[in-house]
């Protein structure tokens, strides 16, 4: 095998990429009862193609509903699209870096992402993230080729690119804030087709992005008030500013990042170790290449970090995700000489390393599913509770269900007719249902309590089910506070979180 995918590496890539990503998703469909959050929640938004939704932007949506016709909305076709996104993202990974370190460290970097979290236990989640991945991969792989080619069409993809990658999420500015440095740093003024490039460039972006900013607003700039009233809207105070951003880079490349450098690391020790080493030194990559890697894998970390230092922004740790994995190659290009293997093949003992890590990885997932299949409705423990034991309580009609997206949305799929969702009773959250919809459905509400009052049914240990189209009003009492909190941690968490009743 390692032999076949240095001669063919088209056809063996794909085959390695496929082999890897079809097993995590047949694994996924295995193992867990319940699809994660983010699955659920497009799943629900697909009930109506908008330009844009309360919490994000609609590409992820769009492409749901596009391949649906294809295959039945289901987990099993969000897992299938999550897996597609990574493999695309992976092969423009290593067509990239071919050129840039060599076929064996190209390879390298692949095996290594490989091992990251996206790539394995969470590669059957779907959401703006994951979509973003490949048009983040695209506009460097075009970036690159018209630094060393100038291209207008190179420009223009990478504007598309860019704008898509908007429609995606709103990340995707970090990257357009690289490509305007790497335009600074290749001299881009000085070339007339660099020049004109930039310009067409941002145009095509504004314009495939025009219609969700018009969407912006028409209503009340929905995603930036939400995200305003978490992460954006923290202001952090100045002590906190430093320490913060530090714990979160931390987070990024030792935690997130942890396999990938068991597996370089390892790989360069090999290598340092065989006699033949020092007659085959890698050439020195040249500034172009180094600093394209650097800025890469390291660029939108400290643009984030920047935008956190100024404003006060907390950072969530899985703001790295899509970004993550090019930290990589940019760590491999700083590596001394005599570590790095260019266009020198892989040893079996490094594919065997890999194939421990991957073992490793899946040990530790089979452990945490079977932890959270004991307490199911424990924090951390979404993807194994039942719904469809929760959804025999229910033994009224039921058109519409009103609550938290993620709670709402799997009773849906496993009640007769997949009644549609009402997020949080707001129909400017949930643009699938009408007023007139509302007055005509039969309408049933889930939330979070601890206590079940008269009328209403348990659904599930700190849930309960109301057959009226809101939840009743919370009690007064010495837990009224404590109960508004729990309804607010729903709406926000989509019902993931655990419920702790006194």
Same mark, same amino acid.
């Given at each position: 095998?390692?032999?076949?995918?240095?001669?063919?590496?088209?056809?063996?890539?794909?085959?390695?990429?496929?082999?890897?990503?079809?097993?995590?998703?047949?694994?996924?469909?295995?193992?867990? #009862?319940?699809?994660?959050?983010?699955? !659920?929640?497009?799943?629900?938004?697909?009930?109506?193609?908008?330009?844009?939704?309360?919490?994000?932007?609609?590409?992820?949506?769009?492409?749901?509903?596009?391949?649906?016709?294809?295959?039945?909305?289901?987990?099993?076709?969000?897992?299938?699209?999550?897996?597609?996104?990574?493999?695309?993202?992976?092969?423009?990974?290593?067509?990239?870096?071919?050129?840039?370190?060599?076929?064996?460290?190209?390879?390298?970097?692949?095996?290594?992402?490989?091992?990251?979290?996206?790539?394995?236990?969470?590669?059957?989640?779907?959401?703006?993230?994951?979509?973003?991945?490949?048009?983040?991969?695209?506009?460097?792989?075009?970036?690159?080729?018209?630094?060393?080619?100038?291209?207008?069409?190179?420009?223009?993809?990478?504007?598309?690119?860019?704008?898509?990658?908007?429609?995606?999420?709103?990340?995707?500015?970090?990257?357009?804030?690289?490509?305007?440095?790497?335009?600074?740093?290749?001299?881009?003024?000085?070339?007339?087709?660099? #020049?004109?490039?930039?310009?067409?460039?941002?145009?095509?972006?504004?314009?495939?992005?025009?219609?969700?900013?018009?969407?912006?607003?028409?209503?009340?700039?929905?995603?930036?008030?939400?995200?305003?009233?978490?992460?954006?809207?923290?202001?952090?105070?100045?002590?906190?500013?430093?320490?913060?951003?530090?714990?979160?880079?931390?987070?990024?490349?030792?935690?997130?990042?942890?396999?990938?450098?068991?597996?370089?690391?390892?790989?360069?020790?090999?290598?340092?170790?065989?006699?033949?080493?020092?007659?085959?030194?890698?050439?020195?990559?040249?500034?172009?290449?180094?600093?394209?890697?650097?800025?890469?894998?390291?660029?939108?970390?400290?643009?984030?970090?920047?935008?956190?230092?100024?404003?006060?922004?907390?950072?969530?740790?899985?703001?790295?995700?899509?970004?993550?994995?090019?930290?990589?190659?940019?760590?491999?290009?700083?590596?001394?000489?005599?570590?790095?293997?260019?266009?020198?093949?892989?040893?079996?003992?490094?594919?065997?390393?890999?194939?421990?890590?991957?073992?490793?990885?899946?040990?530790?997932?089979?452990?945490?599913?079977?932890?959270?299949?004991?307490?199911?409705?424990?924090?951390?423990?979404?993807?194994?509770?039942?719904?469809?034991?929760?959804?025999?309580?229910?033994?009224?009609?039921?058109?519409?269900?009103?609550?938290?997206?993620? !709670?709402?949305?799997?009773?849906?799929?496993?009640?007769?007719?997949?009644? #549609? !969702?009402?997020?949080?009773?707001?129909?400017?959250?949930?643009?699938?249902?009408?007023?007139?919809?509302?007055?005509?459905?039969?309408?049933?509400? !889930?939330?979070?309590?601890?206590?079940?009052?008269?009328?209403?049914?348990?659904?599930?240990?700190?849930?309960?089910?109301?057959?009226?189209?809101?939840?009743?009003?919370?009690?007064?009492?010495?837990?009224?506070?404590?109960?508004?909190?729990?309804?607010?941690?729903?709406?926000?968490?989509?019902?993931?979180?655990?419920?702790?009743?006194?």
């Amino acid at each position: 095998m390692p032999q076949i995918l240095q001669r063919l590496p088209a056809r063996s890539l794909a085959a390695l990429l496929l082999a890897a990503t079809g097993a995590w998703v047949l694994l996924a469909a295995r193992l867990w #009862r319940t699809p994660p959050i983010d699955n !659920v929640e497009q799943l629900v938004w697909r009930g109506a193609v908008e330009w844009g939704y309360y919490k994000h932007p609609p590409l992820p949506t769009w492409l749901l509903a596009a391949a649906s016709p294809a295959w039945p909305a289901t987990p099993l076709l969000t897992y299938l699209l999550a897996a597609a996104c990574m493999v695309v993202t992976l092969w423009l990974f290593h067509a990239l870096l071919r050129p840039l370190l060599g076929r064996g460290d190209a390879l390298l970097a692949v095996l290594a992402a490989l091992c990251l979290t996206y790539a394995t236990d969470r590669l059957p989640i779907y959401n703006h993230n994951v979509v973003m991945m490949p048009f983040i991969a695209a506009v460097w792989c075009l970036l690159w080729r018209t630094t060393q080619r100038p291209s207008l069409a190179a420009w223009a993809g990478i504007g598309l690119c860019l704008g898509a990658g908007m429609l995606a999420k709103y990340q995707m500015a970090l990257v357009a804030l690289c490509v305007a440095l790497w335009w600074l740093r290749i001299g881009g003024w000085r070339v007339a087709c660099h #020049r004109w490039g930039l310009a067409l460039a941002a145009v095509l972006a504004a314009l495939v992005f025009a219609p969700h900013l018009l969407w912006l607003t028409t209503h009340q700039w929905a995603p930036l008030t939400y995200a305003s009233d978490s992460s954006l809207g923290a202001h952090l105070r100045w002590s906190a500013r430093g320490p913060h951003a530090v714990l979160w880079m931390a987070d990024w490349m030792v935690n997130r990042l942890a396999p990938a450098w068991v597996l370089v690391f390892a790989a360069a020790g090999v290598l340092s170790q065989r006699p033949d080493n020092p007659e085959r030194p890698v050439p020195p990559p040249d500034r172009w290449q180094r600093d394209f890697l650097l800025l890469a894998g390291f660029g939108p970390m400290l643009l984030t970090v920047a935008l956190s230092m100024a404003g006060g922004i907390h950072l969530q740790m899985k703001w790295s995700t899509a970004f993550a994995l090019w930290t990589v190659p940019a760590i491999q290009v700083l590596l001394p000489r005599r570590w790095r293997y260019g266009d020198a093949p892989l040893p079996r003992v490094v594919w065997a390393m890999a194939g421990l890590l991957q073992l490793l990885l899946l040990a530790i997932t089979l452990h945490s599913a079977d932890k959270q299949a004991h307490h199911p409705m424990g924090k951390g423990a979404w993807r194994q509770r039942d719904f469809a034991a929760m959804a025999h309580t229910i033994d009224v009609p039921v058109d519409v269900i009103n609550g938290p997206y993620g !709670v709402a949305g799997m009773l849906a799929r496993h009640l007769p007719g997949q009644p #549609r !969702v009402l997020i949080d009773g707001d129909l400017r959250r949930s643009p699938w249902l009408t007023p007139t919809d509302l007055a005509q459905a039969r309408t049933i509400s !889930v939330w979070p309590t601890c206590q079940v009052p008269e009328g209403a049914r348990p659904l599930a240990r700190g849930w309960a089910w109301w057959p009226r189209p809101a939840p009743p009003p919370v009690a007064d009492g010495p837990q009224a506070a404590a109960e508004i909190a729990r309804r607010a941690q729903a709406s926000h968490t989509g019902g993931t979180a655990a419920v702790h009743c006194p």
